[in-house]
Structure formats: C-alpha cells, structure tokens
C-alpha cells in the first residue's frame, strides 16, 4: 500500500516538473506551481467521454503531504524497531527459560536417580530385617517347642522311675 501511495506521489511529482506551466488558464496560489491530481478517477460509462478536467493539486498541499507521510512512516519504522527489540527480548527470555527448564529437568532427574537408589536400598535392608525377625520368631518357637518336649521327657523319665 505504502508503495504505491509511493509511486502516485513520485509520478505527481515528476509530472509537476515536466508539464508546461498554465499560468493563464489556472489561477496560482501565492506563486506556487499547479500539479495535476494523479487519482484514479471512476470508470466511464461508455455513452460519456472521458474529458473532464483533472484536479489541480498545489505544490506546498503536496508537499505537506510527502512530510506527513514521512513522519507516518517515522512513526511506524519505530513502532516496527519497538516490536522487533521486544520480539527479540521474548525470544532471549524464552530460551533463557527453556535453558532453565532443562537445568531443572536434569536435577530433577538426578534426584529421581538418587531417590530410587536409596528407596531400593531402604526396601532391601527392610527386607533383610523382616527376614531376620521371621528367622528369630521361628528360632523362639523351635527353642520353645524343644524346651517343651525336653520337660515332658524329662517328667517321662520321672514317671518311669518312681512307678516301676
């Protein structure tokens, strides 16, 4: 769009300079120069012809216009430089980020490492314990039992030695 706003203004302008002053036709505007109206103008229908005078555009008007739309396009090549520098930003801080996430992510899973080690190693000596308590149970049962039968012998032998 800007270029071909571009291209109307730099053909009225060239325009300006090639076409023959009409000083007695027109009537001038504190001595400037009249610049035809380069705009497109609507199509014609074809019964009518297409010869009606063309808008005559004054040279400051146009002028004007250029320094506008120079400042317009200061405006928007900052505003573009402000948004290219925050773009810019956001992706540094994005991989700053990502680069923080997978620094995490490798702790988290040296610590998931570590964690599953020592839960094996807990699990392991609790086993190790439960097996241990199983052994002293059936050991205390065994001496029970056999301390048992030891007095029942005993009292046997007793027995068989007063009455016989």
Request: net charge negative; hydrophobic share 50%.
């Amino acid at each position: 769009m800007f270029v071909k706003s571009f291209a109307v203004l730099l053909f009225a302008v060239a325009f300006a300079f090639a076409a023959p002053s009409n000083a007695g036709n027109a009537p001038s505007n504190a001595g400037n120069t009249q610049v035809a109206n380069t705009q497109a103008a609507p199509a014609q229908p074809a019964g009518e012809s297409p010869a009606a005078p063309a808008e005559m555009v004054p040279v400051d008007v146009m002028q004007e216009e250029l320094a506008l739309r120079d400042s317009v396009m200061q405006v928007r090549d900052s505003l573009c430089m402000v948004e290219k520098d925050s773009l810019r930003k956001t992706v540094v801080v994005e991989e700053a980020k990502c680069a923080n996430w997978e620094q995490s992510y490798q702790v988290m899973k040296q610590n998931n490492e570590v964690c599953a080690k020592a839960l094996g190693i807990a699990i392991e000596a609790s086993e190790k314990d439960k097996d241990r308590a199983d052994e002293e149970r059936r050991k205390a049962a065994v001496m029970s039992s056999s301390s048992f039968m030891g007095g029942l012998l005993v009292g046997a032998l007793l027995f068989w030695l007063i009455f016989d």
